[in-house]
């Protein structure tokens, strides 16, 4: 029984005694020819095929007999479609039958994402790539004629997965940090300097008041000074009247009444000492003028 024609595939005939033996002695799908270059078969003409028939028994029993085979033909870039993804491009893959009766040469196809092109026979790699093959064998049915595949990668796949971009960020942290460490070592000096200046100028006040002043009054100075800068209401913390140095606990009468009047002198703190009770004596020496 034959299908309605369909050109140029099918009720075409394919029967062949070398074909025909071989699915008598696989008993199972078995790859009975290779086409590479023009053929009538696939839908690019140069492409390879391969013509595949798988034997049709009267029962499942191991002793069945042939009643018929069916022949179908397969592109073998179909079985390089559809594997890599849309981003990987420029992959190559060297299909090596020689193995087989049917070609004496390998061919070659180029994989960019899910789309399969044929190169030509021959192996059609970059030399450049050769370290990197990678290869395995395959057996297209259940015939003992054996597909040796080697992947090569490409220039252009190189490209997709080598960037710079690691070294790229690298020198920008580098360049942060180096930043980062200019700026600390910038506010650094700048602290130091205020702060040797601070010093420089304390040491000079220091000095200016050292020579003024006696060493208690210089003392009281600082202090008052210190209380000032510390943002201490020195009035509050320490009276005004107690600046003065009142000898045996005894005040002067209407001190308190001085020291509550509101912009008196006496609101800040005095440098002099306060003696309520002074006894001032004159005295002369009789005839020291003479003794000169």
């Not at 064998?137 to 992947?151: G, Y």
Request: charged share 20%.
């Amino acid at each position: 029984q034959r299908s309605p024609p369909v050109p140029p595939v099918v009720n075409r005939d394919f029967y062949r005694p070398d074909r025909h033996a071989k699915v008598l002695e696989t008993r199972g799908a078995t790859l009975v020819d290779m086409y590479v270059g023009k053929n009538k078969f696939a839908h690019h003409d140069d492409w390879p095929t391969l013509v595949i028939s798988a034997p049709i028994f009267d029962s499942f029993a191991d002793d069945a007999e042939l009643v018929a085979y069916f022949t179908f033909v397969q592109p073998m870039h179909v079985m390089y479609t559809n594997i890599l993804p849309e981003s990987a491009h420029g992959m190559f893959v060297v299909v090596d039958p020689t193995a087989c009766p049917f070609v004496d040469t390998p061919i070659t196809y180029k994989l960019d994402g899910p789309n399969c092109t044929y190169l030509g026979p021959g192996d059609l790699h970059d030399p450049a790539y050769e370290s990197l093959e990678y290869q395995f064998d395959f057996t297209v049915s259940v015939s003992t004629c054996d597909f040796h595949v080697k992947i090569y990668p490409s220039e252009e796949l190189h490209d997709q997965y080598m960037t710079n971009k690691p070294i790229i960020n690298t020198i920008v942290v580098i360049a942060l940090f180096a930043f980062t460490s200019l700026v600390f070592w910038v506010y650094d000096t700048l602290v130091e300097k205020r702060q040797t200046t601070v010093m420089d100028s304390a040491k000079n006040t220091g000095a200016i008041v050292s020579s003024l002043f006696p060493a208690r009054f210089r003392d009281r100075l600082l202090e008052d000074e210190a209380i000032r800068r510390a943002g201490i209401d020195a009035a509050k913390s320490k009276p005004a009247k107690e600046g003065f140095r009142v000898q045996d606990g005894r005040k002067p009468a209407g001190l308190d009444d001085i020291m509550n009047e509101g912009d008196n002198l006496l609101t800040t703190k005095p440098l002099a000492e306060f003696f309520p009770c002074v006894t001032v004596m004159f005295g002369d020496i009789s005839g020291f003028v003479s003794l000169l």
